[in-house]
């Protein structure tokens, strides 16, 4: 059974950073891509950034280039999304999500964690 579990989610001041980490368990393969979202209340879930296991490669949003860092650690299992420059509009529930890079679609999806930012 898979399972993605988020922390490091909180309340923290525009500018300032947090820290998201994802620690994966009972993915047997590496051919995954980890990916973070996040959804505002009353917004549709967006894509924020990714990370594949194997090569380590990375792909942003926009809105975040430059700001946030997707990174993995393959021996821990584990995903981090470093946030640096943190603003109001980044406030949402954050969620960890894996798929096989071959596919579209992710099978699994963390139960997600609140970061605020207030202004």
């Known amino acids: 059974q898979v399972h993605l579990v988020e922390s490091g989610g909180g309340l923290v001041q525009a500018g300032g950073s947090l820290r998201l980490s994802c620690a994966a368990s009972?993915?047997?393969?590496?051919?995954?891509?980890m990916s973070w979202f996040r959804q505002a209340p009353g917004k549709e879930r967006e894509f924020v950034a990714s990370?594949?296991?194997?090569?380590?490669?990375?792909t942003y949003t926009d809105s975040v280039k430059g700001r946030f860092t997707i990174s993995r650690d393959n021996a821990k299992s584990t995903v981090y999304l470093q946030m640096n420059s943190l603003k109001p509009e980044d406030t949402a529930v954050y969620y960890c999500?894996?798929?096989?890079?071959?596919?579209?679609?992710?099978?699994?999806w963390g139960q997600g964690t609140q970061v605020t930012v207030s202004s």
């Open positions: 999500a894996a798929r096989y890079t071959v596919q579209k679609d992710y099978a699994y």
């Open positions: 009972g993915l047997t393969s590496s051919r995954y891509t």
């Open positions: 990370v594949t296991w194997s090569l380590g490669l990375t």
